[in-house]
């Protein structure tokens, strides 16, 4: 099991790429660079979810993420965390369970 707690603590879904000045020349590339260093950083907190809570219809993993990531990430990246969490232990659990 992933400790993704530890990794936010670590900064490993914190972009490393500054945030680029507005005068800078290259301002619109620098941007796009950090937006895509985003994006890829908040897959792998996705990836790292989905690895530690197993839900095996990808409906529903898209679901859960959506729904955790609109209303955690305002608040930051252990707010989705916590979400997630409660998402899955209030929703798809039960129905795992039910299966078995």
Partial sequence: ???ISAKIK???YKSKLEYPDRIDPDYREKLGKRRIDRVR???QLRLDL???YVCPHEV???NLWKLA???GHSSGHQEVVMWYEELFEDLVLPLLK???
């Fill in 69 to 71: 990531w609109d209303n």
């Fill in 60 to 62: 529903t993993r898209n």
């Fill in 10 to 12: 670590a900064g490993e």
């Fill in 1 to 3: 099991m992933i400790d």
């Fill in 50 to 52: 989905e690895s530690n």
């Fill in 41 to 43: 950083l908040d897959e």
């Fill in 98 to 100: 039910e299966r078995t």
